[in-house]
């Protein structure tokens, strides 16, 4: 998941290893420190490390519910003869009366045994290292939520990770005061489990990518597969009011913002443009066009004519694929037509992964793995710090505007975090 070009360089990473490339219905909550160093002669430790997420930063203590979401009106597009798409969400809120009650965790262990799997084949990491199903999130599953009314926040992961992927972003922002509402695109992710146990791969979605990829045909590929995220956020909210009252009645409805990584980031962009119940968005790193390479030759409409709401850009630093308006054609497009506040950051000395949970995790692993393996699947920024700025720059645009509370942060002027302001209007 190197490439910030959405959908062919996340299929030949995380999701790809090998590659060359109408109901709701509630689900238990998915629910540290490092293990001893292997023995002497050892290819593999006798027992998975344990990674720690860090701590959210907000007034709120956080809790976690999952459910499931039927669409009986859609086929599957990714799963053959199914009449109807079915997706797992998570929803993270500010909670009370917490203490004493163990944390969910960030994956099932269905869910960690392929998502780990991928991370290990697309960052070269020995298998076997970690233990993916061990690491915990700060959230209770289930807790009562804080008196209030929170505004909502979606979040869409990159094509091949799944909804878990970004929990620690994710924790802060729901400690701030916010309900964040997390989505697996189903058939995208190495695995989707649902209530009843049975789990969903990507194995039909990357034959199909890898049959565009060799017939010339991934412009109608990028275009199906947006279409399915777009019908599936949609979906999300369309039944947020649907979910359970404990939950409901916390959420202020007028007061919707998107966020997401990479191919999320441009399904965030493309709701914006479609739905206007989206007041604001932020791109973590994705393109928005539909092309392997991005080049300007299949841009989106959100590219050819902008926004007229707010929308953050933040993108990564790398000399070779690295994103901000001067050059990523996309980028470059939307800079220009946008009506809205806009703003363009490049996080210093970052890769790709560096605005997920990779940039959290895998830095753990320094003396087990060697420094070019980490620097080439997070970049060179220090880890805490670039967590602390990805947590900080979207809280303040959110907070600016979906609460009407502006630190400053996203002026322009000089930052106590490792980023560089490419453009700002």
């Known amino acids: 998941m190197r490439s910030s070009r959405l959908v062919a360089a996340c299929l030949v990473g995380l999701l790809v290893p090998?590659?060359?490339?109408?109901?709701?219905?509630?689900?238990?909550?998915?629910?540290?420190?490092?293990?001893?160093?292997?023995?002497?002669?050892?290819?593999?430790?006798?027992?998975?490390?344990?990674?720690?997420?860090?701590?959210?930063?907000?007034?709120?203590?956080t809790g976690e519910s999952s459910f499931r979401l039927v669409d009986g009106k859609r086929a599957d597009p990714w799963v053959a003869d199914?009449?109807?798409?079915e997706l797992m969400i998570s929803v993270f809120y500010p909670a009370v009366h917490t203490g004493g009650r163990a944390f969910?965790?960030?994956?099932?262990?269905?869910?960690?045994?392929?998502?780990?799997?991928?991370?290990?084949?697309?960052?070269?990491?020995?298998?076997?290292?970690?233990?993916?199903?061990?690491?915990?999130?700060?959230?209770?599953?289930?807790?009562?939520?804080?008196?209030?009314?929170?505004?909502?926040?979606?979040?869409?992961?990159?094509?091949g990770d799944?909804?878990?992927?970004?929990?620690?972003?994710?924790?802060?922002?729901?400690?701030?005061?916010?309900?964040?509402?997390?989505?697996?695109?189903?058939?995208?992710?190495?695995?989707?489990?649902?209530?009843?146990g049975h789990v969903v791969g990507n194995g039909p979605m990357t034959a199909a990518w890898d049959q565009a990829f060799h017939s010339g045909t991934t412009l109608a590929f990028f275009t199906k597969?947006?279409?399915?995220?777009?019908?599936?956020?949609?979906?999300?909210?369309?039944?947020l009011t649907s979910l359970p009252k404990r939950l409901s009645d916390g959420m202020d409805l007028k007061r919707i913002g998107m966020f997401g990584h990479s191919a999320g980031g441009f399904t965030a962009a493309n709701m914006m443009y479609g739905d206007r119940r989206i007041k604001a968005g932020v791109n973590l790193d994705g393109t928005l066009e539909y092309t392997s390479k991005p080049d300007g030759t299949n841009l989106s409409e959100v590219a050819l004519h902008g926004l007229d709401r707010p929308f953050l850009l933040m993108g990564n630093s790398s000399a070779d694929d690295g994103s901000d308006v001067r050059r990523e054609p996309s980028w470059a497009s939307f800079w220009r037509h946008q009506r809205g506040w806009t703003a363009d950051v490049t996080l210093d000395d970052s890769?790709?992964?560096?605005?997920?949970?990779?940039?959290?995790?895998?830095?753990?692993?320094?003396?087990r793995v060697p420094a070019?393996?980490?620097?080439a699947a997070v970049g060179t920024v220090d880890a805490p710090?670039?967590?602390?700025?990805?947590?900080?720059?979207?809280?303040?645009?959110?907070?600016?505007?979906?609460?009407?509370?502006?630190?400053?942060?996203l002026d322009g002027g000089p930052s106590p975090y490792p980023i560089t302001f490419v453009g700002l209007r």
Not at 225 to 239: F, G, K, P, Q, S
Request: charged share 20%.
């Open 18 to 61: 090998g590659l060359a490339v109408t109901a709701v219905v509630p689900a238990a909550a998915v629910s540290a420190s490092h293990a001893a160093p292997a023995s002497a002669g050892s290819s593999k430790p006798a027992k998975g490390v344990t990674l720690t997420l860090p701590a959210p930063r907000g007034r709120y203590a």
């Open 82 to 85: 199914r009449s109807y798409r």
């Open 104 to 159: 969910t965790k960030q994956f099932t262990p269905a869910v960690a045994a392929a998502t780990g799997a991928a991370v290990e084949e697309s960052d070269a990491l020995p298998a076997g290292l970690v233990d993916w199903a061990a690491t915990r999130t700060h959230s209770v599953a289930d807790a009562a939520m804080a008196p209030g009314r929170f505004p909502v926040v979606l979040y869409s992961p990159g094509a």
């Open 162 to 196: 799944p909804r878990g992927w970004n929990v620690s972003l994710v924790e802060d922002l729901a400690s701030r005061g916010y309900v964040v509402v997390t989505v697996d695109h189903t058939g995208e992710a190495p695995a989707v489990q649902f209530p009843d």
């Open 225 to 239: 597969l947006m279409d399915t995220r777009i019908a599936d956020t949609e979906l999300v909210l369309d039944r």
């Open 351 to 367: 890769v790709h992964a560096s605005f997920t949970d990779a940039e959290a995790l895998l830095p753990q692993l320094a003396g």
């Open 372 to 375: 070019p393996t980490l620097d």
């Open 385 to 409: 710090r670039a967590v602390a700025a990805n947590r900080a720059l979207v809280a303040s645009f959110f907070d600016r505007f979906l609460k009407g509370r502006d630190d400053h942060l």
